[in-house]
C-alpha cells in the first residue's frame, strides 16, 4: 500500500523499485501487487479490497495519515511504513535508528568522556543535537553545545566559538597592549575535548572540515546520517571530508544494484515482511540494507553502521574501536596523573 500519485509519488516509486529488487533476489515464491493509496479517504477501502484480493501479507502504508485509517485493526500482518501512536500493527520508520545510543557508544569504546556539539538552528538538525548532548550528560560525560544560524552562517566563526578561538585572540590582544608591540601570533585552541559531533548536511561539513587542518586540530570529528550520499551508485570522491566519521546505512558501502536510502527502505520492508514469525522470536536481520534490524515490541529498529571518508576522499567502513589500545592510553594518562 504505497502512494503513487501526488507529493509522495517519488518515495513511493523508489519504496517499489526496492521491494521489487529484494523480490526478484529472494527467489520467493510469492505474488506481490500494489494499492496506490495517494487519496487518504479511501486507504481503509484499498485495504479491505487487498484483503479481499487474498493478501496475506500487507507492506504500507507510508503517510502517518493513511495509517491511521487501519491504526485500529488487530491485524499482526501488516508492516506499516511509518509510526504512530495507540496502535498495535507493526511499523518500521524509515529513521528508527537510535544515533545518539550508537555514538554514545562508541564514545565510550573510545574512552571520549568530553564532547562539543556543533549543530545548526533548523529544528531538525537541532533537536538532534539536543538530544546527544541529553543523553552524553545523563551518562555522566561534559557535552558543550554550540549553535549557528541555518540561514546565512559563518561556518568559521561557529567553529571558533566552540574551540575558544576568541580567547586565544583576547589573550594576544592583551600581550599586545601590554608589551606594545606587534605580535607574532597563532590561535592557541582548546585541547580537552576528546570529539567534536557537527549536525549538518555534507556541503557544510566540507567547509568545517578544512578549518580543523588550519587550526591544526586533531580532534576526531563526527557526523550524523545526514551525511550519506544521496546516490549509493556515484559516491563521489571528496577530500574535503577526509577523517569524518558518520553513522550511515549498510547499502552505502555495499550498494548492489540499489541506487537510494529509499530503496533500501523498500528492499528491508519487503525482507521485514518475509522474516516477520523469526523477528517475533527474537532474531534479528544481521544484513538489512538499512541497518541491523530486529523488533522491540511493535517497532521494527535498526543498527547503523560507521563510515569514514580516508585520505584520498573515499568512503569506507570505519575501523571498529581498538578497545585494547583505548585502555593502554588511559593507563597511560592515570599514570602520569599518579606521577
Known amino acids: 500500500l504505497l502512494p503513487f500519485d501526488g507529493r509522495y509519488k517519488f518515495v513511493g516509486n523508489q519504496i517499489r523499485s526496492g521491494i521489487m529488487k529484494a523480490f526478484f533476489a529472494s527467489g520467493q515464491d510469492v505474488t506481490l ?22 493478501a496475506d501479507r500487507i507492506i504500507g502504508p507510508l503517510r502517518k495519515e493513511a495509517i491511521q485509517q487501519i491504526a485500529s485493526f488487530q491485524d499482526d500482518q501488516v508492516l506499516a511504513l511509518n509510526t504512530v501512536e495507540n496502535s498495535s500493527i507493526t511499523q518500521f520508520s524509515f529513521k528508527s535508528a537510535d544515533q545518539s545510543a550508537q555514538m554514545l557508544s562508541r564514545f565510550n569504546k573510545s574512552g571520549f568522556k568530553r564532547i562539543g556539539i556543533l549543530t545548526n538552528n533548523d529544528t531538525h538538525s537541532l533537536s538532534k543535537a539536543q538530544e546527544l548532548q541529553y543523553i552524553l550528560n545523563q551518562a555522566n560525560d561534559y557535552a558543550e553545545l554550540s549553535m549557528y544560524p541555518d540561514q546565512n552562517p559563518r561556518l568559521r566563526e561557529a567553529l571558533g566559538q566552540l574551540i575558544h578561538e576568541n580567547n586565544s585572540n583576547e589573550r594576544q590582544n592583551n600581550l599586545r597592549w601590554l608589551l606594545g608591540e606587534k605580535l607574532s601570533f597563532f590561535p592557541r585552541t582548546r585541547e580537552d575535548l576528546d570529539a567534536i559531533v557537527i549536525f549538518d548536511n555534507a556541503h557544510r561539513m566540507a567547509v568545517f572540515r578544512p578549518q580543523f ?18 546516490n549509493f551508485q556515484d559516491i563521489a570522491v571528496n577530500r574535503d571530508l577526509n577523517k569524518v566519521s558518520f553513522l550511515t546505512y549498510p547499502a552505502v558501502l555495499d550498494p548492489a544494484d540499489l541506487n537510494s536510502a529509499f530503496e533500501a527502505f523498500g528492499w528491508d520492508s519487503f525482507e521485514v515482511t518475509m522474516e516477520m514469525a523469526n523477528l517475533q522470536n527474537g532474531g534479528c536481520l544481521t544484513s538489512g540494507k538499512t541497518g541491523i534490524l530486529s523488533l522491540d515490541g511493535n517497532q521494527i529498529k535498526q543498527k547503523l553502521v560507521w563510515a569514514k571518508y580516508d585520505k584520498k576522499g573515499l ?10 589500545t583505548v585502555n593502554q592510553q588511559n593507563q597511560s594518562i592515570r599514570n602520569a596523573d599518579t606521577e
Open 33 to 54: 501487487k500494489f494499492y496506490d493509496t495517494s487519496n487518504l479517504e479511501e486507504v481503509e477501502a484499498t485495504y479491505n479490497r487487498a484483503k479481499e484480493e487474498g
Open 213 to 230: 587542518d588550519f587550526f591544526e586540530l586533531e580532534t576526531p570529528l563526527y557526523g550524523d546520517n545526514e551525511l550519506t550520499p544521496n
Open 315 to 324: 568512503l569506507q567502513e570505519a575501523p571498529p574501536v581498538d578497545v585494547k
